[in-house]
């Protein structure tokens, strides 16, 4: 980040993915979903080809939305005209055929945007192996194209989500020297209509003037402390997107100076929407933040931070409000980051539990208190000196977990 | 492993740590485990001074009794004349009282059988961060060096367990061209009386005469596809330690030509002990072997096998039959391991489910016949051309795991 002294303010204001100048969205129930008249398929347009950049689930297991989207976002070197995104089915492991599907989605929005086929990305969740109905689809694209409005985006928010319990959007407005601009996005997390896998997609936009270099800079420095932040259970999926779009319809143009706004009006939005996905996390009855403090490297930190937070017997332990330290410094100490066990620290909800190598019993009590709300807060300081922090989001493991995912598909 | 042609048969004969010649074993109820007449302290004794190695957790938070025994074995450049072990508490994260404790503990089996202190090594488990009741542990050591026998290996399979639903002890006798041999062994695994961590202890004894440098070597080679291939939730204790004692008191030493009968007997007895701490985890409805084929290297094999077997995702399909492929290749895709998604394959219970990047689902039904059942297979070959493979044992994900491990200590 820069050390520009540029003030700016980031303001929560209502909406999502058309907050921003020069978008619009529509959603429709075009039938992927079982549900009767359950929203699955939404697009997210700008209103001419703007600049846009994504970041792609790591997994090797690669979707066929995500295969496309990458090569539509390299062949226009960092932009696009829309994003096509539907729920219901994944379009993953579905060979060729699936791949052709993910282009003819593409290239219907493209036809009734009038822009190219490789200026509009496409997503896409829900059950894998299984092929699109690509004709209820295509329905569902041109009525959804024909629908574009500034004023529903709590539609696309909708039509986005599995098995999330609510849906997510959120918008916030920066104000600089050089002028306002607005960032709004929407997102939805680990669950599926019929169980599966986790998926997260992400869709953001901005109004502020931003080359695509620039964008992806921005997208990846935020996703680092947000949606690469949090975790429900430790699994990344074949079809994980976050797509951003940036309009330029504001009159603010990101620079060196107004970088930094930029970026603090990413994490907002992205902060809330990835909390967010945790809280709705499958079976989640408590949000969990793990704070690692004092690490050698902001990597070291982040380790300790998503082995605590993927570790079942701290999950397991939050789940019952058990204050269980015990578990916490063995997942830490399982991390594979060296630290010095007699010189670190854990307080739960600000509650001294373990340091010197020994618990502090007596505070059990205060700690369990804390446990059996629904807001967690756990803070493991390494005690390394080397003053490096990171925080990661998780949820607690419930038997309701267990059964969501070991229901049969039928 | 030797190319060597020897020829060797290794038979299962009954009872556990005292079936090789030249060990002795005794249990006692000291009251460490809160339940009145439980046994938890047991001492393993070999009749002399014999070889020993060891295999320790690899968690930096290491439990009192793991640094003592570290150092014994150091110190003794190898040998042991006894093992104690206790259960109930795990004397972990306890300062150097713990560290003081275990040392007296050690030294009371020293003083009993007049050996050297650091000849004794220590093991315990159960909860962490409580002090060991050592009036009680000493009287119980007291008891039992008096009461060490041949004919009571069960006992001592029993004092080690905590939330384990039965005990674990097995023993084969190696029949080579060189005279026979025979090897013992009993472990506990991963359940707590009062929920903490899942600890693995195993003990394993030989009356083979083998070098230090040799038994160290066999245990680690023996540990590879055992011990050190078997996950309930991927967690690693404090407390885990493998024991290996070789008394030399049959005809047989172990050499060049012998090595590999020790070898495939320890393999045996390690086997059958870990496939049993897999069968009795927490909440575990179903014995779960993942073989992974045809990676580049033995440990892309590992690594692959250990990222399914640990997916929360696939442990709960697996648990609700559910012929769930998908899950498998995601969690392979994401193992961090490099192969072709196409050119892998998965099979379940020997039903082909996926290749070429597409499923078979019309195998569905019979692939869910196979999960119905408690011995679940899964194959997945990665298709690299490298040839390499790796077996992993787990177990399913069951509500009772959570609760189990969700409810208070208290």
């Known amino acids: 980040?820069?050390?520009?002294?540029?003030?700016?303010?980031?303001?929560?204001?209502?909406?999502?993915?058309?907050?921003?100048?020069?978008?619009?969205?529509?959603?429709?129930?075009?039938?992927?979903?079982?549900?009767?008249?359950?929203?699955?398929?939404?697009?997210?347009?700008?209103?001419?080809?703007?600049?846009?950049?994504?970041?792609?689930?790591?997994?090797l297991a690669q979707a066929a939305p995500v295969l496309?989207?990458?090569?539509?976002?390299?062949?226009?070197?960092?932009?696009?005209?829309?994003?096509?995104?539907?729920?219901g089915c994944a379009n993953a492991c579905t060979g060729d055929a699936g791949i052709a599907h993910a282009r003819r989605m593409a290239a219907d929005v493209a036809g009734a945007l009038g822009c190219r086929v490789d200026e509009v990305l496409v997503a896409s969740t829900g059950v894998i192996g299984v092929a699109l109905p690509i004709d209820k689809v295509a329905a569902g694209i041109s009525q959804a194209s024909r629908a574009l409005t500034r004023d529903r985006s709590s539609d696309a928010a909708l039509a986005i989500m599995t098995t999330d319990p609510f849906p997510k959007e959120y918008a916030v407005t920066v104000d600089t020297a050089a002028g306002s601009f607005t960032i709004g996005g929407t997102a939805k997390g680990s669950g599926m209509i019929e169980?599966?896998?986790?998926?997260?997609?992400g869709f953001l936009t901005?109004?502020?003037?931003?080359?695509?270099?620039?964008?992806?800079?921005?997208?990846?420095?935020?996703?680092?402390?947000?949606?690469?932040?949090?975790?429900?259970?430790?699994?990344t999926s074949t079809n994980d997107c976050v797509f951003l779009m940036a309009s330029g319809a504001s009159t603010v143009v990101i620079d060196d100076d107004t970088y930094p706004a930029l970026l603090a009006g990413l994490l907002a939005?992205?902060?809330?929407?990835?909390?967010?996905?945790?809280?709705?996390?499958?079976?989640?009855?408590?949000?969990?933040?793990?704070?690692?403090?004092?690490a050698r490297s902001v990597e070291d930190a982040q380790r300790v931070a998503k082995t605590?937070?993927?570790?079942?017997?701290?999950?397991?332990?939050?789940?019952?409000?058990?204050?269980?330290?015990?578990?916490?410094?063995?997942?830490?100490?399982?991390?594979?980051?060296?630290?010095?066990v007699n010189r670190a620290t854990v307080h739960v909800g600000g509650v001294l539990l373990f340091e010197h190598g020994l618990p502090h019993d007596e505070a059990?009590?205060?700690a369990e208190k804390h446990l059996q709300g629904q807001e967690i807060r756990i803070d493991v300081s390494l005690g390394s000196g080397g003053g490096h922090t990171a925080t990661v989001w998780t949820c607690d493991l419930s038997a309701e977990y267990v059964r969501i995912n070991g229901e049969y598909r039928t």
Do not use: Y
């Open 1 to 59: 980040m820069s050390t520009s002294t540029t003030h700016f303010t980031v303001t929560a204001i209502a909406g999502g993915v058309t907050a921003p100048a020069g978008f619009s969205s529509a959603a429709v129930a075009s039938g992927i979903k079982k549900k009767a008249g359950a929203l699955d398929l939404a697009i997210i347009a700008a209103d001419r080809v703007v600049t846009a950049a994504a970041l792609f689930t790591t997994n």
């Open 68 to 87: 496309v989207s990458k090569q539509h976002l390299h062949a226009t070197a960092g932009t696009a005209r829309a994003i096509v995104v539907n729920a």
């Open 195 to 201: 169980p599966n896998m986790a998926t997260m997609l």
């Open 206 to 235: 901005t109004d502020a003037h931003v080359a695509p270099a620039l964008l992806q800079r921005a997208l990846v420095e935020s996703a680092r402390d947000t949606f690469n932040a949090i975790t429900v259970d430790g699994e």
């Open 269 to 294: 939005v992205a902060r809330e929407l990835a909390v967010g996905i945790v809280r709705g996390g499958e079976g989640a009855t408590k949000l969990v933040t793990i704070n690692v403090t004092d």
């Open 308 to 340: 605590i937070a993927n570790s079942p017997l701290v999950k397991t332990a939050i789940h019952g409000a058990d204050p269980n330290w015990g578990r916490i410094v063995a997942a830490a100490g399982r991390s594979g980051v060296r630290f010095d």
């Open 364 to 366: 059990a009590p205060a």
